[in-house]
């Protein structure tokens, strides 16, 4: 499948009849494994590739190395992948534009861009920005449009909806394909989301959440893991080390080892 039939694929996965339950890897072998799992399509998360490379969340990950992750995940998946972009890594409307054309390359089908706590005008101009980049590409990248009013707590009660509710109505006439609403968490809230915004709703995995099933029946069409994988991976990582420090003792990584991953790779 070559990558506009894929990017259409993506697409088609949030309109269908389940709930796209997408996990959020940091590294080839993450990703590879989450495939293995049976994962429809997969995704990055920002924060957790910058830790994996030493580097806090928040655009300071150096592009050349948000490009190589991807193209390491494409790689070894035939599965869509869908980048965590954070703020496209500049507000230059131009170098956001080459940055969007250089992740298409590297294989991503999609993108997370978020707004943090820039002004919703300025994201809106970067969304159309990438929508315009991804056009010239030829690919029809799915541009996950995240508001961050509730994750920052920006605004509260009604006030925080109102303006989550205005802020996707802005991303979607700029060309957005999804928006992402993280910290959004209560049932009652989630349902008004869904219902309120006409781009398909995407939660973040948070504790508390209702469950899968619950989701959709609310009209969610999206919902990522975020770091939960990568923190679960390395808590195990910590707890096995400290184990192994202390005795020396293969078993301190028995429980948790797995498979040489050489045949994996080797196709």
Not at 6 to 24: K, R, S, V
Not at 75 to 84: A, F, I, Y
Not at 213 to 226: I, K, M, Q
Request: charged fraction near 20%; proline fraction near 5%; include cysteine.
């Amino acid at each position: 499948m070559d990558q506009k039939n894929t990017a259409q694929a993506f697409e088609a996965l949030h309109h269908g009849p389940e709930i796209l339950i997408l996990p959020n890897a940091w590294d080839a072998a993450s990703a590879a494994l989450m495939a293995d799992a049976g994962a429809k399509a997969v995704a990055t998360s920002s924060a957790a590739v910058a830790w994996a490379h030493g580097y806090p969340d928040g655009d300071a990950l150096p592009m050349e190395k948000v490009i190589t992750t991807v193209a390491e995940i494409a790689r070894v998946t035939d599965l869509p992948v869908t980048c965590d972009f954070e703020g496209g890594y500049t507000d230059d409307l131009e170098v956001l534009a080459d940055n969007i054309v250089r992740v298409i390359e590297a294989g991503a089908v999609g993108v997370n861009l978020e707004d943090g706590g820039r002004d919703p005008e300025l994201h809106a101009r970067k969304i159309a920005a990438a929508r315009a980049a991804a056009e010239r590409a030829g690919v029809p990248l799915f541009i996950n449009a995240r508001t961050d009013v509730y994750l920052r707590g920006l605004a509260e009660g009604e006030a925080a909806f109102a303006e989550t509710v205005r802020r996707a109505a802005l991303y979607a006439e700029a060309g957005a394909s999804g928006i992402f609403t993280p910290g959004a968490k209560d049932e009652g809230l989630i349902g008004r989301l869904a219902e309120a915004i006409r781009l398909p709703l995407n939660i973040m995995l948070l504790p508390g959440l209702p469950p899968a099933a619950r989701l959709r029946a609310l009209g969610v069409r999206r919902l990522s893991s975020a770091t939960a994988p990568f923190r679960l991976a390395y808590a195990s990582l910590a707890k096995g080390v400290a184990a192994y420090l202390q005795t020396g003792e293969a078993g301190a990584f028995a429980s948790e080892a797995l498979p040489n991953l050489n045949q994996r790779f080797s196709a």
